[in-house]
Nanobody, 116 residues
């Protein structure tokens, strides 16, 4: 089994920054990619950013240039640096891990609220 624990969410004013962290533990092997998704009430969970085991990254268009995903392989931690936050970034952010087998795991989510 894999456990993913997110931290770093909170309330921030528009234009501010937050850094999310996701610590993976348990059966950590054969990881294909890790990433961040977000979800608001009544909407489907959407991909925010992903980083592969080889270090390649991909972002949804709305966060390009503002968010940065990174990973500490030695500590099995993935980060999401979020700058220039907008009210529309408000959501519950979920960490995701996918193995090469296709098995996927999710964290419990952390709330990010951007409001003045």
């Amino acid at each position: 089994q894999v456990q993913l624990v997110e931290s770093g969410g909170g309330l921030v004013q528009p234009g501010g920054s937050l850094r999310l962290s996701c610590a993976a533990s348990g059966s950590i092997f054969s990881i294909n990619r890790m990433g961040w998704y977000r979800q608001t009430p009544g909407k489907q969970r959407e991909l925010v950013a992903v980083i592969t085991s080889g270090g390649n990254t991909n972002y949804t268009d709305s966060v390009k240039g503002r968010f940065t995903i990174s990973r500490n392989n030695a500590k099995n931690v993935v980060f999401l640096q979020m700058n220039s936050l907008k009210p529309e970034d408000t959501a519950v952010y979920y960490c995701n891990l996918v193995r090469h087998s296709g098995s996927a795991y999710w964290g419990q989510g952390t709330q990010v609220t951007v409001s003045s």
